[in-house]
């Protein structure tokens, strides 16, 4: 199950006012529940029979260790195995720093996965404070790149 999917669930439980999902798939595990008040649905995963994981609306998780995020900051997490590239193209300014206002549809970073450039974005209105991944490194599917303190 990739992002696509579970973003489809998620709009599919909005638009038929469904509070609760939950898939399993050999060793692949998703539950999705709304927040009361209307809010988003929120991914939990589980894989490999570890532990669920709870993150905002629109991200994704996996079994890999996180890092601590202070109260109010969210992380922005990648959402597939790749290289990691903070702009799009070694002499270009990087998309975000430190600092950097974001909204939902901002872009911060670029994954490349078998030779495709993916651009990432923020899916949320906030402001950078942290810096997690290093410029042509690799990335996990889950691993927190970014620390964001939501506006």
């Not at 692949?28 to 939990?44: E, H, N, V």
């Not at 669920?52 to 597939?80: C, D, F, V, W």
């Amino acid at each position: 199950m990739d992002l696509k999917d579970i973003k489809a669930i998620i709009d599919l439980m909005k638009k038929n006012s469904i509070s609760e999902f939950e898939m399993e798939k050999q060793e692949f595990k998703i539950r999705l529940k709304r927040q009361t008040g209307g809010g988003a649905a929120i991914p939990q995963i589980e894989e490999g029979g570890s532990g669920p994981l709870y993150l905002p609306a629109g991200q994704t998780a996996s079994a890999l260790p996180s890092h601590q995020a202070l109260p109010g900051e969210m992380e922005i997490k990648s959402p597939m195995i790749g290289t990691f590239y903070r702009s799009p193209s070694p002499e270009a300014a990087n998309y975000i720093d430190v600092g950097s206002e974001v909204n939902a549809d901002t872009v911060v970073c670029i994954i490349e996965a078998m030779k495709v450039m993916n651009e990432i974005k923020a899916e949320t209105r906030g402001v950078i404070t942290q810096v997690l991944v290093e410029n042509a490194k690799p990335v996990e599917f889950g691993q927190p790149m970014f620390k964001i303190r939501p506006i």
